[in-house]
């Protein structure tokens, strides 16, 4: 969950960051090029009025004192340009140079700076220029009227590099973007905590929900963090998790109790049917259908209060060579599958885990007598012990008749059986109760099919030392 939450929340804080860095950039770029553009209007008003009363034809006769204002302009001019390295010359009307610097700039045909000259003829100072971008290798070209007596006669133009002016501008853009990614930093830094802090009640309750599942009902929530809304439902989790805890002790509690109170009545049932049986002629199928009905029962009363103490019972843990168990196991179930006419094949190399071993031996026997019981004669049963990780496993396949997948489901449940199996001696109560042993110590029991046929059963046991 968290990594579908956190990218969310990176991608809105980037959204919210970029929404505010884009117009501010834009903003640093437009204030630092209308500060150039201000000091330009500047210049050329201050030009403006240098070449206010020169002579309108640079040919004629002109005073002293005019001629001394040209100089001054053309001065003016040539400092300007070698001080600054920017481009201003004073056109007459007719395009032609008043004065200019450097001596090699004329007024163009055509082009911005042409634009700027004739927008200036109308008695009015030019636009402002498009903004250039620090990527932009262009020039800012600022015209303003030399007026006289109401009429315009010249032009003042400066044609402006815009080097320094770029520079400037990529530098705000640097320092803003540096800001931008401090920003964005302590923003997943704040995120990375956020979720943190709200997703570790919704671990706990996720790994308490598993301990749960897995047969650990005593496992509780710690509602000490997070926001008030999951300490409320990890309050409520306990609550519910204690009454489903009553409700299964109750469960068991009747199971035990119905099964041990049945068993004395059944008992004496049994004992009354055999002296029945020993009035009847030899052989009375009626009696002995009775009989055998009723041993079933007393078998599946058995194993009723075998369950229900399985539930209720704590594992008793110790550190176990799996491998010496279960060839133990195998010797001692090796005669009957000899009967049947079965092989039994047992790999056990030693290998040691945490488990309860009458546990894991009762759990070993249901799974191998099952496997023998399903396994048609002239065919094997394999039983390996390996050691994977964290966990130990004991693997028992068969080559009987397997099991489809909706069965693979269902397997382990209470009374249990599959249908093509009813005529098979069993109560449907084994399987559960291994899963119960195993789940005490932390093992667990899995089913899948074995290829090309038949049924794999694998026994888990943790290998590290129980918490």
């Known amino acids: 969950m968290r990594t579908r939450l956190l990218p969310l929340l990176i991608v809105l804080m980037a959204a919210v960051l970029l929404a505010l860095g884009v117009p501010l950039a834009v903003s640093l770029a437009g204030a630092e090029q209308q500060n150039v553009v201000v000091d330009r209007i500047d210049d050329t008003a201050r030009f403006a009025a240098l070449a206010q009363f020169v002579t309108d034809s640079p040919d ?52 911005e700076v042409r634009d700027a ?44 590099p815009t080097g320094q002016m770029r520079s400037r501008t990529l530098h705000g853009w640097l320092v803003i973007g540096a800001g931008e ?60 998790a204690d009454n489903v805890e009553d409700v299964l002790e109750q469960q068991r509690a009747f199971v035990a109790d119905a099964s041990h109170q049945l068993r004395n009545p059944l008992a004496a049932l049994l004992l009354r049917i055999e002296l029945l049986s020993f009035e009847l002629p030899e052989g009375n199928q009626e009696i002995a259908s009775v009989q055998a009905e009723g041993k079933r029962l007393a078998q599946v009363l058995d194993d009723l209060l075998d369950l229900a103490l399985a539930e209720h019972s704590e594992a008793d843990l110790k550190i176990t060579d799996i491998g ?51 396994t048609p004669e ?24 397997g099991l489809t997948d909706e069965e693979l489901a269902r397997i382990g449940d209470r009374f249990w ?33 074995h290829e090309p046929q038949g049924l794999k059963v694998t026994v888990s046991v943790p290998r590290g030392a129980p918490a």
């Open 60 to 111: 004629e006769a002109t005073s002293a004192f005019e001629n001394e204002r040209l100089t001054a302009l053309s001065t003016e001019l040539d400092s300007y340009h070698r001080v600054y390295g920017i481009r201003a010359g004073v056109f007459y009307r007719n395009g032609s140079a008043m004065a200019h610097a450097p001596e090699e700039w004329s007024l163009p045909a055509e082009g």
């Open 117 to 160: 000259f004739d927008e200036a003829l109308l008695s009015r100072r030019s636009h402002d220029p498009k903004q250039v971008w620090p990527w932009q290798r262009r020039t800012l070209v600022v015209a303003s009227p030399v007026i006289r007596d109401g009429d315009v006669v010249a032009v003042v133009v400066t044609d402006s």
């Open 181 to 240: 990614s401090a920003a964005m930093l302590l923003a997943v830094g704040a995120a990375l905590r956020l979720t943190g802090w709200v997703l570790k009640p919704v671990r706990v309750l996720d790994a308490t929900t598993h301990d749960i599942a897995t047969g650990r009902l005593k496992s509780r929530v710690a509602a000490a963090g997070g926001p008030p809304e999951l300490r409320r439902l990890a309050r409520s989790f306990n609550e519910m």
């Open 324 to 374: 010496a168990l279960t060839a133990e196991r195998v010797a001692a179930w090796s005669p009957t599958a000899e009967a049947k006419g079965v092989r039994l094949v047992g790999d056990c190399p030693p290998t040691t885990a945490w488990a309860d071993p009458v546990a894991l031996s009762s759990a070993l026997d249901a799974v191998i007598d099952n496997a023998v019981k399903f």
């Open 378 to 401: 002239g065919e094997s049963v394999e039983v390996t012990v390996a050691s994977n990780g964290d966990t130990s496993t004991v693997v028992v396949t068969d080559h009987g008749p």
């Open 417 to 449: 059986r599959s249908g093509r199996h009813q005529n098979i001696k069993g109560s449907g109560l084994g399987l559960s109760i291994s899963r119960a042993l195993l789940a005490a110590g932390g093992g667990s029991i899995a089913y899948g099919h």
